[in-house]
């Protein structure tokens, strides 16, 4: 259905004085929405529906940061001096290296950056609307003026609107107004141009959020346009300040520079004393503080998180928070919900209780093709049966679409789309209903009422229909349906169905209870009404989740399930996914019966909360907190933002979850899986592993070539390394290998370790005593190698060549025992593709130096023979057996570290 094109939208137009028709057809539109390519023409016109967002960072900002650095500029003022003085060799060994450092950090950056903006598209708020009668959810981006868009409690709405129909819409417009009570809306035009924002209640503002109801606006202004954008920026996508991690590495950085630049002056304040020349031994000292500096650390750790981020996505979990990732590693309670997340979220009816009688039903997912049985026998849904299921279909708000293809396609809960497809199983076809039984009004579902009611015009006058938790249900009926027709509903009547709502809950089956009026009015839709009977439902758990509970529990994770479902239902998904071992399942009333400090006492033992409301999420957390545990929760309702705000990690349901969740969640499930949860957790402790080797492997190195230079310059030895040279192995160990490391794929026992304790840094004594351990013996090597050579006639360039073989050697050595702080090096030694390709490319790099004429001359070196090259080599390889044993040591607990 093709729809009018439009000129531009004035923006003086006051919307919330004209009737939806006249609206409506300014803006060239029609309550099915606009034509697909209607709309990307008026995207086109219009722009993308966003603010002015901060000015994004050019690459060419990025290469000009680099040169900001002290160290980088010490560099070329260094090379100023060379060329002044004529050493133009050696300026350009520098400039070159400089160079080199240079790119390398641009390129760091230039891919955090591009990761974080990656993140940020990702993290984009999506908008249901209607576009040539067909609902779709779009990017919020997208949207142009004349759409029409649908809300729902927990949206936030994403641009201006005049709203076209608000059935109980409510809407919280405190972000606009200050206004904390939220807003009633209505449809009907207001004649006052001058009414204040804050009473146009015919309008829906972008940025604002529904906290009840349902409703559908037309989009009269997107992105600047609207009211949000004349007074704010976009703040929303990955928050960029620097992480608890990212600051606690900038202290230590800090600190190990002024340590290292102090042994630098020490170091060549004794060459001066020896009488070695003072500009050789000003440009030496510049090169050796340069190369013990880890100036690489603060992009290594960004674009380790942010890449380990996208991963993450691969693995359907946005991180919205860069800090999140460090606290998943941490993490030892995860808090999740049942329905959708432990289970499949595709909700089948099975069984219906019924005049004293029990019917079941065939058939999966959400075909409506199955059939009706009694004893194992097929038969005709009796016109009970049928006055059941109209009821509960018509409670619904469900929809059951048939495609071009013939395939069909649901939108709304699954437990509604359930109903509705064992409704049209029985020839109840969901549109034939709503035209014969239109909808007058409704009595929302909330969490605290568990119920939902809606009352229609039908032909044989009004009449409301309910469905909702047996309980609650029951509690607004006063008689039932039997074989003899509508009866009194007695005490006894009541005990009855709850006792049979227990025994299908108990077999896995989700029960809600249906119940209609006839004759009723809309005051009293939901008294004195007639109990129909019990439909119970299957939603099978995902197969992927049982083995994800079973990797927590060997990872020290332990999984609590939260559903608002019969404390019987979820004892019995609880039980086929073997998460129930202690036996305690706890209700919301239980719950609300214990104080606080009982509570907190029993919370370590309770496996499953049932039939409890978003509220008690809080308390539940709160509690866990308090006994010291790092938690993750679940949620995807409005009432669950307090909850996900105040866990340590906040899970919003990417499919299910309201814009209001999402925006007080740290992740977000895209596929709404258990499964994923467990997968971010895996990636949250990689990424903190590989900075841990990067910087274990980094400053053992630079504690190797310190403590070579220190220790030749005390005992009275020539340096043994050039500033060429120095600035080369800084490049070649800082670069390429040490980022390989950051990139290492996950150690086999990952999942099989306890939490990281968040109080403990990263430099526990057993990596302490690594890093220590290689970097000494690399200093005693490569010292003892220098003195051997200079001892046994070579040359003093021959010397400071196998010196400086030796040092990139052993640090290449050194990556592949980084890999694991606790494994020895031949298990999976050669898994990191990316360690193994820069180890090649450097091997490349120095054959190159040293036999390459002009790079010969360059770097001060000259060509080893093979008996030198064996020397070296078997030198270098000393420092694995060295780590291993530290590592064998640490094993059995000799530095404070567990017994593995």
Not at 194 to 216: C, E, F, H, L, S
Not at 295 to 321: C, D, F, H, K, Y
Request: aromatic share 6%.
């Amino acid at each position: 259905m093709s729809t009018p094109t439009t000129g531009a939208v004035d923006p003086e137009t006051l919307w919330h004085t004209l009737p939806v028709e006249a609206c409506l057809e300014q803006l060239k539109s029609r309550p099915d929405g606009l034509h697909p390519t209607e709309a990307a023409r008026r995207l086109r016109e219009y722009g993308p529906n966003q603010l002015e967002a901060a000015r994004r960072i050019s690459p060419w900002s990025i290469l000009l940061a680099q040169f900001k650095n002290v160290l980088v500029l010490i560099l070329l003022v260094a090379t100023v001096l060379s060329i002044f003085l004529g050493h133009g060799t050696e300026a350009i060994v520098i400039l070159i290296i400089v160079g080199l450092a240079v790119s390398l950090g641009f390129i760091q950056e230039y891919r955090a950056e591009r990761a974080l903006e990656a993140l940020r598209r990702m993290a984009a708020p999506m908008a249901t609307v209607i576009r040539d009668g067909q609902e779709e959810r779009i990017p919020a981006e997208q949207l142009v003026p004349g759409d029409i868009v649908v809300l729902h409690a927990g949206d936030r709405v994403p641009a201006d609107l005049r709203l076209i129909e608000a059935i109980n819409l409510q809407i919280d417009e405190s972000v606009l107004t200050g206004e904390s009570v939220p807003v009633e809306k209505q449809t009907e035009p207001i004649p006052n141009p001058q009414i204040p924002v804050g009473d146009r209640k015919n309008m829906a503002y972008a940025g604002t959020i529904v906290t009840y109801g349902r409703g559908k606006g037309l989009v009269v202004a997107t992105g600047m346009r609207t009211e949000f954008g004349a007074i704010a920026r976009m703040l929303q996508s990955i928050e960029q300040e620097k992480t608890p991690l990212q600051e606690n590495l900038d202290r230590t950085g800090k600190m190990l520079a002024r340590a290292a630049l102090a042994v630098v002056a020490l170091i060549v304040a004794l060459g001066l004393l020896r009488g070695q020349p003072w500009l050789e031994m000003l440009i030496f000292g510049l090169a050796l503080a340069v190369a013990v500096v880890p100036e690489a650390l603060p992009a290594v750790v960004t674009i380790s998180l942010a890449m380990g981020v996208q991963r993450m996505v691969r693995r359907n979990a946005l991180v919205r928070r860069l800090a999140a990732v460090e606290t998943l590693g941490s993490t030892n309670v995860i808090c999740t919900d049942k329905t959708g997340t432990l289970t499949r979220n595709e909700m089948t009816v099975r069984q219906i209780f019924l005049c004293g009688q029990r019917w079941e039903v065939t058939g999966t997912g959400y075909e409506p093709v199955g059939e009706f049985r009694q004893d194992g026998q097929p038969a005709t849904p009796s016109p009970d049966l049928q006055r059941l299921l109209r009821a509960a279909a018509l409670a619904s708000d469900a929809r059951l679409l048939r495609q071009a293809d013939g395939t069909w396609r649901a939108q709304g809960d699954p437990t509604e789309i359930a109903l509705v497809v064992a409704a049209a199983k029985a020839g109840l076809r969901q549109e034939e209903l709503e035209a014969r039984y239109p909808r007058i009004h409704e009595i929302p579902f909330t969490s605290e009422r568990k119920r939902m009611t809606t009352v229609h015009q039908g032909p044989e006058g009004v009449f409301a229909a309910c469905k909702g938790a047996p309980e609650m249900v029951l509690e607004c009926c006063s008689r039932q349906l039997t074989e003899d027709g509508d009866v009194p509903l007695t005490p006894t009547d009541r005990e009855r169905i709850l006792e049979q709502a227990n025994e299908m809950a108990a077999q896995g089956l989700r029960v809600l209870a249906v119940a209609d009026r006839m004759d009723s009015r809309i005051e009293d839709g939901e008294e004195d009404m007639t109990f129909l009977g019990l439909v119970g439902m299957i939603d099978p758990p995902r197969p992927e989740a049982k083995s994800a509970i079973q990797v927590c529990r060997e990872a020290g994770i332990r999984v609590i399930m939260i559903t608002g479902d019969h404390p019987a239902t979820a004892r019995a998904v609880a039980k086929e996914l073997d998460l129930l071992r202690s036996g305690r399942v706890i209700t919301g009333s239980q719950l609300d019966a214990t104080s606080d400090e009982d509570f907190e006492r029993q919370v370590q033992e309770i496996e499953v909360y049932a039939r409890v409301s978003p509220i008690h999420k809080y308390r539940i957390v709160t509690a866990l907190q308090k006994q010291g545990h790092i938690v993750a929760m679940t949620g995807d309702g409005i009432n669950d933002a307090p909850a996900l705000k105040k866990a340590d990690i906040g899970v919003a349901m990417g499919i299910t979850g309201t814009d209001v969740s999402k925006e007080a969640a740290a992740m977000i499930l895209l596929d709404d899986n258990f499964a994923s949860i467990v997968a971010a957790v895996e990636e949250g402790r990689t990424i903190f592993n590989n900075i841990k080797k990067y910087l274990s492997y980094l400053l053992s190195s630079n504690v190797g070539e310190i403590l070579l230079l220190a220790t030749a310059s005390f005992i009275g030895l020539p340096p043994p390394l050039s500033a060429a040279q120095i600035l080369y192995v800084n490049l070649a160990t800082d670069g390429l290998p040490a980022l390989a490391l950051s990139a290492d794929p996950p150690e086999p026992d990952l999942m099989r370790r306890p939490p990281r304790n968040p109080r403990i840094g990263i430099f526990t004594r057993p990596l302490v005593a690594l890093m220590l351990a290689g970097g000494i013996w690399s200093a005693v090597v490569n010292l003892s190698l220098f003195a051997w050579a200079l001892s046994s006639g070579r040359s003093l360039q021959e010397s400071m060549t196998m010196a400086f073989v030796s040092l990139v050697l052993i640090q290449f050595f050194k990556a592949y025992n980084f890999r694991s702080d606790r494994h020895h090096v031949w298990q999976h030694p050669f898994a990191n593709r990316w360690l193994n390709l820069a180890v090649l490319w450097e091997l490349f790099m120095l054959s190159m130096i040293i036999y390459v004429p002009f790079l010969r001359n360059m770097f001060g070196v000259y060509s080893l023979p093979l008996i030198d090259w064996v020397i070296v080599l078997l030198a270098s390889a000393t420092i694995s057996p060295v780590l291993e044993l530290v590592k064998w040591l640490e094993r059995r607990g000799w530095f404070g570290g567990m017994p593995a």
